[in-house]
């Protein structure tokens, strides 16, 4: 008699809600070593602050979701940045961080499954991609931005906890 396996079906929206969770609670465990003093930091003169670092990552965040999601894609990345270098402290960058996470975390819920699943509008910068590839994107940019911060951590002489420790 032959075995017939079931093959799982993966729920993608709950995958990616998951990943949403996970990487924000990395992002903050690796960076709840700054203190509010801790803001205008920078490692060179010419690289982003503490504050500015937390800033970029809430706004690729939003930038993925508003491209992948809505179909606008902000290109005017000197206007980007001139918004996150002006960001000098780091609760505003933190609540900014918190509600972007809860924006993308509201779209994956919320569109509907074929939505998330079409490939995006024509764009330069994912082209061909289903829409539901902004949570890898925006997971992979903050995990880059995390990485500079537990660097920036050190060089402060603060130890970041394990990102992946109990929570």
């Known amino acids: 008699m032959p ?22 609670r990395f992002f903050d465990r690796t960076t709840s ?11 060179t003169p010419e690289t982003m602050t ?3 670092q937390v800033a970029h990552a809430a706004q690729v965040i939003d930038w993925f979701r508003e ?5 606008c894609w902000d290109l005017d990345f000197a206007g980007q940045t001139a ?8 609760t505003a960058a933190r609540r900014w961080l918190g509600e972007a996470w809860e924006r993308l975390r509201a779209d ?8 998330l ?12 991609r289903p829409r539901l590839h902004a949570v890898k994107a925006a997971v992979d940019h903050c995990g880059h931005h ?3 911060l537990a660097v920036y951590a050190r060089l402060l002489g603060k130890v970041p906890p394990m990102p992946y420790g109990e929570d």
């Open 3 to 24: 075995v017939t396996t079931a093959v799982p079906t993966v729920d993608w929206r709950a995958e990616a809600l998951e990943e949403i969770a996970a990487t924000r």
């Open 83 to 90: 918004v996150t270098d002006a960001v000098s402290s780091l």
């Open 146 to 148: 995390r990485g500079a």
């Open 33 to 43: 070593v700054f203190e509010e003093a801790d803001s205008g930091f920078r490692a």
């Open 50 to 52: 503490v504050a500015s």
């Open 108 to 115: 994956v819920a919320e569109l509907p499954e074929a939505k």
């Open 117 to 128: 699943y079409e490939t995006m509008a024509d764009n330069p910068i994912v082209p061909g």
């Open 67 to 71: 491209g992948s999601f809505h179909d």
